[in-house]
């Protein structure tokens, strides 16, 4: 018995251009006829399209189906285990992304609770790179002292985020003075000024301890998304986030040293 290409289609969920598509590039064509010299796919012909489909369910190309379908010496076995593997790492990569999207939608969710208008308004050229948020959500997202961090920001209205960028703008230029002016970075002022950042964090977001601040500090040098975050790239010097992670950590052994 003979089924027509519309039959095909039917009962193999697959579309008549498709079945068309496989006799043109010759990886399945009809090998009956009609009486009236229509062509009609056998029951050997459906056989082989049930394996091409499961191919393609795995993600092979046609060329490859090609060769595991007419080559006798072509090993499937090595083909499938090939296929596994691939499968598994995009699987893996997948999983990945899905992660890094839910976090991305906890940050927006859980973040600054400003209009597009106020964020300009208020954080001016201090930008908030999305990227970075993420990814130091994945970081810390188990640290007590990141979860109170996110879930205070959330609570600031846009008259507490002014003081608190405007507090930042004048301890910033505080910093890159002391910076211009050659100020060791563990000398008194810029351990002070070390002090008055841990004390600012302290203050509008979560407790910050000295070991969380080197903490803070070694991300400010190690990531200049972080790092702008409190000094804007235009004010940025060469060295100057080494220069305020080195105040920090120098801060936090004036702090536990005895008095």
């Known amino acids: 018995m003979g089924y027509s290409v519309g039959q095909v289609s039917g009962f193999a969920g697959v ?20 009486p009236a010299g229509y062509r009609l796919y056998s029951d050997a012909d459906l056989a ?79 930008t908030f790179d999305l990227t970075y948020a993420t990814e130091a959500h994945l970081k810390w997202q188990h640290h007590e002292g990141h979860q109170r961090s996110m879930a205070r920001a959330a609570t600031h209205s846009k008259e507490h985020w002014a003081t608190i960028m405007a507090e930042a703008a004048d301890w910033r230029l505080r910093l890159t003075a002391a910076f211009d002016a050659g100020e060791p970075a563990d000398g008194e002022p810029a351990m002070d000024l070390a002090e008055e950042h841990r004390q600012h964090i302290s203050r509008w977001f979560t407790p910050c301890p000295t070991d969380m601040h080197g903490r803070i500090a070694d991300d400010f040098a190690a990531d200049p998304r972080a790092f702008a975050l409190v000094v804007p790239p235009t004010a940025q010097r060469p060295g100057l986030a080494p220069y305020l992670r080195t105040a920090v950590h120098a801060n936090a052994v004036r702090r536990s040293s005895p008095a």
């Open 15 to 34: 579309t008549v251009r498709t079945l068309h598509h496989y006799d043109k590039a010759g990886l399945l064509s009809p090998s009956d006829r009609s």
């Open 48 to 126: 082989r399209l049930q394996q091409i489909l499961f191919y393609r369910e795995l993600g092979f190309p046609l060329d490859e189906i090609a060769t595991i379908l007419e080559d006798p010496q072509a090993n499937a076995l090595d083909q499938l285990r090939a296929r596994h593997r691939l499968l598994t790492e995009q699987i893996s990569t997948l999983q990945r992304l899905v992660e890094v999207a839910e976090h991305a939608m906890e940050v927006q969710q859980t973040g600054v609770k400003l209009t597009p208008e106020e964020r300009f308004e208020v954080f001016g050229e201090v």
